[in-house]
């Protein structure tokens, strides 16, 4: 196969609460990882990326990292804030191919 | 400012009147693709170009059309469009010297085909 799963959203929390999206591939060999953002009425921007097994990525209070025995890449932030309300792609790289996960909306509220 | 721009970004059409959707990048990248974004589907790849003159389908390049006559430059062309081809599409660019991944997006064109 070749898809990235991610969990249905929405996800909905309170400030500070502490976030985790799920996200699980399938691949033949062995794909780079990333996940996305898109904020409101925007584009999608790189968050943060994985290249190897065991690699732990990290930008903005997020992390993620690269179980190769699971094949996942959940993302985990420890205090949300209202600013990290978005939707969020876990997406993997093969070549000069990008497949997306369907997306995470996150809602955090004050 | 590096950036992506597509233009328009909103258009409303109907079915079977051609129409483009620009793409530009002012950061002298080599690869362009155009994607699609649909609810609960994630984004879809339409088509890429690794550089001028250079193109290959994505996973739903069916009723699309792309030309890279300039570096710059990326058009996305629907020369008869249908009701099924209603989304939100992005177009993206980055330099592949092994990091295609890391691709800048433009804003998001929304495309209504009635």
């Known amino acids: 196969g070749n898809s990235v799963t991610q969990m249905e959203g929405p996800v909905t929390l309170s400030e500070e609460a502490f976030l985790t999206i799920n996200c699980t591939y399938t691949a033949t060999g062995y794909p780079s990882l990333f996940w996305y953002v898109q904020y409101p009425g925007e584009g999608l921007q790189l968050l943060l990326k994985a290249t190897k097994a065991d690699d732990k990525g990290s930008n903005k209070g997020f992390e993620a990292t690269y179980r190769k025995e699971t094949t996942s890449f959940h993302l985990e932030k420890g205090s949300v804030q209202v600013s990290d309300s978005a939707v969020y792609f876990c997406v993997k790289a093969a070549g000069n191919k990008l497949t997306f996960g369907g997306g995470t909306r996150v809602l955090v509220k004050p | 400012e590096a950036q992506v721009t597509q233009n328009p970004r909103y258009l409303i059409t109907v079915t079977g009147k051609k129409l483009t959707v620009t793409c530009s990048q002012n950061?002298?990248?080599?690869?362009m693709s155009w994607y699609r974004q649909d609810p609960g589907l994630g984004l879809r790849q339409i088509y890429y170009s690794m550089n001028v003159e250079v193109t290959d389908k994505g996973d739903v390049p069916e009723g699309y059309k792309v030309s890279r006559k300039e570096k710059r430059n990326f058009p996305l062309i629907l020369e008869s469009p249908s009701p099924n081809q209603t989304s939100l599409y992005f177009c993206?660019?980055?330099?592949?010297?092994?990091?295609?991944?890391?691709?800048?997006f433009g804003p998001g064109t929304r495309l209504t085909v009635t």
């Open positions: 950061m002298n990248h080599e690869y």
């Open positions: 993206a660019s980055s330099s592949p010297r092994g990091r295609i991944y890391e691709q800048y």
